[in-house]
């Protein structure tokens, strides 16, 4: 699975944006699918992620209430609708394939990473 992250921008604070991850081949359906942040100096962080029928998600309590995550099988894409930015969201945002759920916050429960799209919240 090869995904490609887009999206990013520069956005003042309270605003929004929607970063898309598309991803290759036709197994798409079967990953669950995460999103984490890496923001300058800190390590990388889980943001959300989404069950492979979109049935469950799960959401970092940063950003609980002002980020969703869905996806579209059809498409093979996944999304993270960002509102309400702050400037501590500035981060490169990636996504991310995996096989299973449990342990879906930690990085270590997915296979395959997209290349990261950069996110800037001015204030």
């Known amino acids: 699975v090869q995904l490609q992250a887009s999206g990013g921008g520069l956005v003042q604070a309270g605003g929004s944006l929607r970063l898309s991850c598309a991803a290759s081949?036709?197994?798409?359906?079967?990953?669950?699918m995460g999103w984490f942040r890496q923001a300058p100096g800190k390590e990388r962080e889980f943001a959300a992620a989404?069950?492979?029928?979109?049935?469950?998600?799960s959401y970092a309590d940063s950003v609980k209430g002002r980020f969703t995550i869905s996806r579209d099988n059809a498409k093979n894409t996944v999304y993270l609708q960002m509102n309400s930015l702050k400037p501590e969201d500035t981060a490169v945002y990636y996504c991310?394939?995996?096989?299973?759920?449990?342990?879906?916050?930690?990085?270590?429960?997915?296979?395959?990473w997209g290349q990261g799209t950069q996110v800037t919240v001015s204030s």
């Open positions: 991310a394939a995996g096989r299973r759920w449990r342990g879906v916050s930690q990085e270590s429960a997915y296979d395959y």
């Open positions: 081949g036709r197994t798409f359906s079967e990953y669950v």
């Open positions: 989404i069950w492979w029928s979109g049935s469950m998600t």
